[in-house]
């Protein structure tokens, strides 16, 4: 069983618009959960993490928002740039198990410029 | 300073054959993670170090793999007869605390072909 969903698979958006990726979860145990930008041939790389007492994050043009009570949290791209184009990953922390990661299946995101 | 590395970033072998991969985490970085990410998809957990010790390998699909970290800083992924089913990317990283709530910092992984 998935323990993240992610939508959708993949997303085109033109330069300048704005990039939604929604997540969402089961596990009320999770107790961190981080984004992730993955680009070709690369490891995934940190983008902005969230914890479930906040509801909104935003660093620079990235934005989490995060709604407890549907389970549910989404990725915000605004102004996004041909540069954005990557494969992004929602990811969750802790559960039954306080080492392990569980990641999304992936969106790829594409920036028409 | 210098990230992860991973070594080698391709290994072709054929079905029934060994092969270990190696992970160089940051310098001083205590936690150390393996996943195996197939196409398409997400990191898969496969094992996690603390220190010396295996403290969680539950991700471990069988007892073909296995992985060790004998002086607490390169590790080394083992798999043992490999499968075409093994082939994905090998993906190790490090973090500077244990629990991962600290970032975990990725090498770009070890692309696994099993012919």
């Known amino acids: 069983q998935q323990q993240v ?17 929604n997540c969402a979860y089961e596990n009320t145990a ?67 198990n306080f080492n392990k990661f569980y990641f999304g299946s992936g969106t790829k995101l594409n920036v028409k410029p | 300073g210098a990230g992860v590395s991973q070594t080698p970033s391709n290994k072709v072998t054929e079905k029934g054959k060994y092969v270990e991969l190696r992970c160089d985490p940051i310098s001083g970085h205590t936690a150390l993670y393996w996943y195996r990410q197939s196409l398409g998809q997400g990191p898969e957990f496969l094992i ?39 082939s994905a990317v090998y993906l190790c990283a490090s973090s500077s605390q244990s629990g991962g709530l600290n970032e975990q910092f990725f090498g770009p992984g070890t692309r696994l072909t099993v012919l």
Request: proline share 7%.
């Open chain 1, 5 to 21: 969903k992610q939508s959708p698979q993949s997303l085109i958006v033109q330069k300048g618009g704005i990039s939604i990726i």
């Open chain 1, 30 to 96: 999770f107790d961190y959960f981080p984004w992730y930008q993955q680009f070709p041939g690369k490891g995934p790389a940190l983008l902005i993490a969230i914890r479930p007492d906040v509801s909104e994050k935003k660093e620079g043009r990235f934005t989490i928002s995060f709604n407890k009570s549907a389970k549910q949290f989404s990725l915000h791209i605004m102004d996004s740039q041909p540069g954005d184009s990557a494969t992004y990953f929602c990811a969750a922390h802790g559960g039954d």
């Open chain 2, 48 to 86: 996690y170090f603390q220190g010396t010790g295996a403290a969680d390998d539950s991700g471990l699909p069988n007892d073909r793999f296995f992985a060790v970290r004998p002086e607490g800083s390169v590790s080394t992924l083992k798999i043992q007869r490999t499968e075409r089913g093994d």
